[in-house]
């Protein structure tokens, strides 16, 4: 064990956050850590779950061993197969050589199953068999492989859901899901965007080689506001940025991208019919819509004000090559060009 037990409440190495989510996130990360038994990360994307599997490794008896990461959403089946379970000379045509696994390569320590809702059923059965009985083959051979590998899968869709829609082994869920710890979304830890903030600030300040940014507390409470779909990791990226660009040592709330400023259209989030009329009243009062007084046209006008922009945004990015633009959006060429018609866009991009 390392020296872990005297801080049961700090937080873990490099991870930030305070919050009680956050705490309750340590708190369950290191008693896992203890154990060999099988760890299933869940979060939205960019909350955190790369950050926490490394720890449970650092933090468990096996810290000192391989510590391997595959992601699973990567790869397609075949190569995903023997980059797990490796594979010996003439299993395909392009194994050319032996190949150790990185099951193999995890003996002793623990190996990071990322996006684990991706695996194909055939792959989830083999999978199974490594999780009851701790052995396999590599692909082409009958000889089998024991192996010591603590496992840790993430997932950032809701397993039981891909289950009930036949997307996901009943069985291998039930066998990952032993100590799940749950990433709550950036959303629902306001209090955490400033400490990360700053703490993104500074790391970026050292890597550019520059002074820390100062934050205004408008620029704060834009971001206390924002719904942070990507999570933690779109923070990092807007803070990065406005490292990299400001001039004035200020991070101002222009250094931020529109719509993180609620100026842009699109919001999501509609739950019942009195959000979409709310959110068209939004759009008419920044001027970006027309009012209407029929309902039944609410749905298609934010549809079309939506591809609108879209269509637009795209166009002047592409200096108003219409093929250019069409290929970016993977639509036909005389559709984009009815459409243009239709919004009247030619004078816009001119
Ligand atoms: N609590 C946190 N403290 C510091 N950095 C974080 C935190 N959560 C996420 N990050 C950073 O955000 C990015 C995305 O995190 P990651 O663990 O890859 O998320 P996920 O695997 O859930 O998509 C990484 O650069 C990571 O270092
Ligand atoms: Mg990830």
Redesign the pocket.
């Known amino acids: 064990m390392t020296n872990s037990s005297e801080d049961k409440t700090a937080t873990l190495k ?4 305070c919050s009680a989510a ?1 705490q309750e996130v340590y708190r369950t990360t290191r008693l896992c850590a203890r154990s060999s038994a099988t760890v299933l ?1 869940m ?11 490394r720890a449970v490794h650092e933090n468990s008896p096996r810290g000192s061993g391989p510590y391997i990461r595959v992601n699973c959403g990567a790869l397609n089946e075949s190569l995903l197969e023997s980059e797990l379970f490796g594979h010996v000379k003439g299993a395909f045509t392009s194994a050319f050589e032996n190949r150790t696994g990185r099951f193999e390569a995890a003996h002793g320590g623990t190996i990071f199953l ?1 996006e684990i809702n991706s695996m194909s059923f055939p792959l989830q059965v083999k999978l199974l068999r490594v999780l009851q009985e701790q052995e396999f083959e590599r692909v082409g051979d009958t000889r089998t492989i024991s192996v010591d590998t603590r496992i840790v899968a ?1 997932t ?1 869709r809701e397993l039981l859901e891909e289950v009930e829609n036949d997307n996901f082994r009943e069985d291998l869920y039930y066998r990952l899901n032993v100590l799940p710890i749950f ?1 709550p979304p ?1 959303r629902d830890r306001v209090d ?1 965007i400033d ?2 903030v700053n ?2 600030i500074d790391k970026y300040a050292t890597e550019n080689e520059c002074d820390p940014l100062k934050v205004p507390a408008e620029t704060m409470q834009i971001l206390r506001g924002y719904s942070w779909p990507g ?3 779109e ?2 990226n807007y803070v990065e940025r406005a490292v990299v660009l400001s001039t004035s040592g200020v991070f101002t709330p222009e250094l931020l991208p529109p719509h993180v400023r609620g100026l842009a259209p699109v919001r999501l989030g509609i739950r019942n019919k009195k959000d979409l009329e709310t959110l068209c009243e939004e759009l008419v009062a920044m001027g970006i819509m027309q009012s209407t007084t029929d309902d039944a046209d609410l749905y298609q006008k934010v549809v079309s004000l939506v591809e609108r922009q879209l269509i637009l945004q795209t166009l002047k990015s592409c200096q108003g090559v219409q093929t250019k633009t069409a290929t970016r959006l993977g639509i036909n060429r005389n559709t984009l060009h009815k459409k243009i018609e239709e919004y009247g866009l030619n004078e816009d991009v001119r």
């Open positions: 490099g991870i930030i956050g956050m990360l979060g939205e994307t960019g909350t955190g779950k790369e950050l926490i599997a990322d993430a950032n990433l950036l955490d400490l990360l703490h993104f999570n933690v990791r923070l990092e």
